[in-house]
């Protein structure tokens, strides 16, 4: 049977819709999923990982397939990532751009700094360009210290959460 609704009635149910989805724009993690095993509802739990509320099946974000493959198998280039979790080399770039994950400092491949085309290893601008914009009141990202890692890791990238 059909469901008759006033014109308030309708109005009142899209600006519902249309609150929720500036919620889930502002905190992805609120964006309801659905289970591709049993179409139950995935909730987000920890570690950029979903979880089914009625089968408990387990999900990663893209991000999250990245950092699980990379404390796995150690750092590795972008393209070897991108072949073995399906995250799109773009996604991966932008994870960069972000210092989400960084090249490893014995890596023979770096970012170029956006200013000054310095060698960076995540970010747009290097520290010493994002000291200088702040000096000057510029407007910019703010990059950070440099991290120094561990041993050898080759031209490869591994998350920020690695670091020790």
Known sequence: ????????EI?????????????QRRNPFNRTKVCEKCGGKMVYVFGETFECTECKNRKLTDFGKIREYLE???????????????VD????????????IEISESSDVYIKC?????????????????????????????????????????????TMHNKK
């Not at 109005?11 to 929720?20: I, L, P």
């Not at 280039?77 to 073995?84: E, G, K, M, P, W």
């Not at 080399?89 to 989400?100: A, N, P, T």
């Not at 520290?127 to 890791?153: D, H, L, Q, Y």
């Open 72 to 86: 796995i198998n150690g750092p590795q280039t972008a393209v070897t990532i991108s072949r073995d979790t399906g």
């Open 89 to 100: 080399v773009k996604k991966i770039q932008s994870y960069l751009d972000e210092g989400r």
């Open 11 to 23: 109005e009142e149910r899209e600006k519902q819709k249309k609150q929720e989805r500036i919620s």
């Open 114 to 158: 956006q200013i000054c085309g310095a060698d960076i290893r995540y970010g747009k601008i290097c520290s010493e360009c994002a000291a200088k914009m702040s000096r000057t009141g510029e407007k910019g990202m703010f990059v950070g210290e440099k991290i120094k890692p561990s041993g050898n890791n080759g031209s490869r990238m591994h």
């Open 1 to 8: 049977m059909r469901e008759h609704l006033s014109l308030k």
